[in-house]
């Protein structure tokens, strides 16, 4: 049975998808802006919801810290940069392979 994690490193605005503690695949990110940055810490997906409108893309998963969240978006562009007001960004393709991947409370990291 696989053992999901997710691991976000905010330095190299990467998210890495493991299983049992090894890395089995990685998408590139969109992050907070410094005013609105990406909070740290350990946090889980409390829940998914597909097509939530607007600039959330085709998919989004929820962290427990309120409002955040991994989410696709309608603006490609801002991919790899310091751009959102704190959620994690993501190519719609690889949110929506990610979310078939992972189920509601898989735990996630995110780390400076």
């Not at 493991?18 to 990406?38: C, E, H, K, Q």
Request: a positive charge; glycine letters at 10%; hydrophobic letters at 40%.
């Amino acid at each position: 049975m696989p053992n999901y994690r997710i691991i976000i490193d905010l330095s190299d605005r990467s998210l890495y998808l493991l299983d049992n503690n090894i890395v089995v695949r990685s998408f590139p990110v969109g992050i907070g802006r410094m005013v609105t940055a990406t909070p740290e810490g350990d946090f889980v997906i409390i829940n998914k919801q597909p097509n939530p409108g607007g600039p959330f893309g085709a998919f989004w998963m929820g962290l427990s810290k309120p409002h955040y969240g991994i989410h696709g978006t309608n603006d490609p562009s801002s991919i790899g940069h310091m751009v959102s007001h704190g959620c994690i960004r993501m190519y719609n393709p690889d949110v929506l392979l990610l979310a078939s991947i992972v189920p509601v409370g898989t735990r996630v990291t995110i780390r400076p």
